[in-house]
């Protein structure tokens, strides 16, 4: 069975339609920009629902919880070796203020120092456009999904 995650695509319309997205945190992502962010998202095991799992992420990786009132399923992806379950909900949230959780990893790798980073280490609105540039590749189709339900 292939790992499941869940997240919440959190846009705002106004003036165009925008996405918030997260930097992947810890020393792999932090020199890199173009596809190193990604929708707010976190593991589940099967004893959990998807959406309680999605809401507990966003809350986890940007320290607020989901600013919406209704979720739109834009359904599951294979992202990588896990299987990606995505909402999509309208609200605002700044992204300037976020506080994530963090991760321990021994680093420099063989060291035996083990280090704390956060989760996520920036969080950005973007494009639609830019978006795609900046989001993970695997996770890319759910920009497509939410241009869709917004047209």
Same mark, same amino acid.
């Given at each position: 069975m292939p790992r499941r995650s869940a997240g919440i695509l959190l846009y705002r319309l106004a003036p165009a339609p925008q996405v918030l997205l997260g930097h992947m945190g810890g020393p792999f992502w932090a020199r890199k920009d173009d596809g190193a962010w990604s929708i707010p998202k976190g593991e589940h095991g099967d004893d959990e629902e998807p959406l309680a %799992?999605? !809401? !507990? *992420?966003? *809350? =986890? =990786? /940007? #320290?607020?919880?989901?600013?919406? %009132?209704? /979720?739109?399923?834009? #359904? =599951? /992806? !294979? %992202? #990588?070796?896990k299987l990606l379950t995505v909402w999509a909900g309208e609200g605002d949230l700044d992204a300037g203020a976020i506080v994530s959780g963090t991760f321990e990893l021994e680093w420099p790798p063989r060291s035996g120092r083990v280090q704390h980073f956060p989760e996520v280490d920036r969080a950005a609105w973007f494009g639609l456009d830019e978006a795609r540039v900046k989001l993970v590749k695997g996770q890319v189709p759910y920009l497509d999904r939410l241009a869709a339900l917004l047209a």
């Open positions: %799992a999605a !809401r !507990r *992420e966003f *809350e =986890e =990786e /940007l #320290g607020s919880p989901v600013p919406a %009132a209704t /979720l739109i399923p834009l #359904g =599951e /992806l !294979r %992202a #990588g070796s």
